[in-house]
């Protein structure tokens, strides 16, 4: 699966709500795809409702056409302790098309992409010397 890169046409950060991310869950299950959660229940133990921000990854091409999008999903933790959580899911090309983006501007494409980078880095809080 090829890399997607913050200046490719199919790169995008979407904010989708919760509704939306179980409608995701169950077509990756319907589908049999891997890059999902177990369960709407497994989702729903680890992600609070709410909206979720979603940033295209990877895309997975058979003959030239995209079957799939990998993305990640940056969420707030179900246990309502003020942390986050990123994860993947695995996406129909044609819902992938149908969400409404944030990263239209260059500078905020940028900020954003950095702003996944760092999540899947891990983030701490940092006591100031």
């Given at each position: 699966?090829?890399l997607?890169h913050?200046t490719?046409p ?8 919760f509704d ?8 990756a299950?319907?589908r049999?795809w891997?890059?999902?959660w177990?369960?709407?229940h497994?989702l729903?133990?680890q ?6 921000v ?9 003959g030239?056409?995209?079957?799939a ?8 933790a179900a246990?309502d ?13 044609a819902?992938?098309?149908?969400l409404?983006?944030?990263d239209?501007?260059?500078d905020?494409?940028?900020?954003l ?17």
């Open positions: 699966m090829p997607i913050s490719d199919d790169f995008r950060v979407c904010q989708i709500s939306t991310l179980l409608a995701i869950q169950l077509e299950e319907e049999g891997a890059t999902r177990s369960s709407v497994a729903r133990s992600v609070k409702e709410g909206s979720v979603l940033q295209s990854l990877m895309r997975e091409e058979r030239g056409v995209v079957r999008y990998r993305c990640l999903l940056l969420f707030s246990e302790d003020g942390s986050g959580g990123v994860a993947t899911i695995d996406l129909d090309p819902r992938f098309e149908s409404e983006r944030l239209r501007d260059p905020v494409r940028k900020a992409a950095r702003t996944f980078s760092l999540a899947m880095g891990g983030i701490s809080m940092v006591s100031k010397n």
